[in-house]
């Protein structure tokens, strides 16, 4: 019953999306609910940023910069890593929060809105073939850089045909559209909503000694309507400063809410279905000497603990508990986590969207990360083995 309650909640991200109207000038004001980088803000310097969790209903989603090192250097291919060789590695564990803001290949279609074309209502886009959630990777052949450039491309077509390649369930489609004039406003248009761009916030689950690597939300971050990985181009992480906690109660998850402090302070490089890795500039501060790993033939049905932020900003210790150990799980979903701490419960309810990557400690080991929370249970969500996440962290090469 559980897994038929499984939802994705933005699967690990809550976005806060940037959009840019194809449709309208582009120094238009935007859609409402749509206006920025960093969106659903009420604070104009430190907006407010939602949290990248996983519902998952059984189970809720919860959810880097470029790093100038001072000689060449490369960090461990921990994916070639054999499991005696991860058994000796050592990691900082994490559990304070970082903001993700991305870029991501292509544009995304998220919405359509009719031309006045002399007192009719006409959508290019639609009778060209135009789906929503279809990525346009290419205009005429050129690779497509962000939703600006392709307001540029409508605006400056004269009328002409444009060859647009696009990515849908997988597969590429080409579609020919052709841009309508609208006198009214004395430009081009298609009639398509696109976004270039997303952001939230997540848990850093560890970090490699000396080289600034981490790794953190123990899940991918998804598109919300297809659950497919994200395809991004770049992506800078923040500072994050936690405001607030929404409280989980049955059937309704919470979340951290939060801004993001200026400026970046690292570089987002992956995204996988295990979580998302990249590198600090500075290591942050940790709130112990590095930690073993745990192999998944470590982790034990018992007590265990968590390390994370709430709206204290302190990262602080909460006991859990784990069970329903599946040692052969290659994903996200590998135990369940059971939140025992009083301290914890009653400050949150349990697990809330935010906490995604939330290291979890048993028997001195770096074990795994909290990866969802269950919708009817906010007491209750599931855990990732640490060597799922460690297996899917590619070779990081800088010089």
């Known amino acids: 019953m559980r897994n038929k309650c499984v939802w994705k909640l933005l699967c690990c991200l809550l976005l806060m999306t940037a959009a840019t109207l194809a449709c309208v000038p582009a120094a238009a004001p935007q859609r409402a609910d749509v206006k920025d980088d960093m969106l659903m803000w009420n604070l104009p310097a430190r907006p407010a940023f939602r949290a990248m969790t996983e519902p998952d209903s059984g189970a809720v989603v919860p959810t880097a910069r470029t790093v100038n090192l001072a000689s060449p ?60 959630r279809d990525v346009i990777l290419k205009v005429n052949g050129e690779p497509l850089a962000g939703a600006s450039q392709l307001t540029e491309k409508i605006e400056n077509c004269n009328g002409q045909e444009l060859i647009l390649l696009c990515r849908r369930n997988r597969e ?5 559209l052709t841009p309508v004039y609208s006198p009214a406003e004395s430009r081009y248009k298609t009639g398509i909503w696109v976004r270039d761009s997303g952001a939230g916030i997540g848990t850093v689950t560890f ?75 500075e290591i942050p501060e940790c709130s112990s000497e590095p930690l073993p790993v745990g192999l998944r033939g470590d982790v034990q049905e018992g007590d265990a603990y968590i390390l994370c932020t709430l709206d204290s900003n ?23 986590v059971k939140v025992t701490d009083p301290d914890l419960l009653a400050a949150s309810g349990g697990i809330v969207q935010g906490m995604s990557g939330s290291p979890i400690i048993q028997d001195g080991k770096l074990v795994g990360a909290v990866t969802h929370v269950l919708i009817n249970d906010p007491a209750v969500g599931y855990g990732i083995f640490l060597e799922n996440m460690l297996v899917n962290m590619p070779i990081l090469a800088r010089s």
């Open 172 to 176: 590429e489609v080409e579609i020919r």
């Open 73 to 132: 250097t490369l960090l461990p291919d921990i994916a070639a890593m054999t499991p005696q060789e991860l058994d000796g590695l050592m990691l900082y564990p994490g559990g304070m929060p970082f903001g993700v803001k991305f870029m991501t290949e292509g544009v995304t279609v998220v919405g359509f809105c009719d031309v006045d074309l002399n007192g009719s209502k006409v959508n290019p886009a639609t009778a060209a073939g135009l789906k929503l």
């Open 314 to 336: 302190k990262m602080e210790k909460y006991d859990i508990q784990i069970t329903n150990i599946n040692r052969d799980a290659t994903g996200s979903k590998c135990f369940t």
């Open 207 to 281: 970090i490699l000694p000396d080289t600034g690597a981490f790794a953190g939300l123990g899940h991918g971050i998804c598109d919300a309507d297809t659950g497919e990985l994200i395809a991004m181009r770049r992506g800078t992480v923040a500072d994050v400063t936690i405001s607030s906690v929404v409280k989980g109660a049955a059937g309704t998850p919470g979340e951290l809410k939060g801004y993001f402090n200026p400026g970046k302070v690292g570089s987002l490089l992956g995204n996988t279905a295990c979580g998302v890795w990249g590198v600090f500039s």
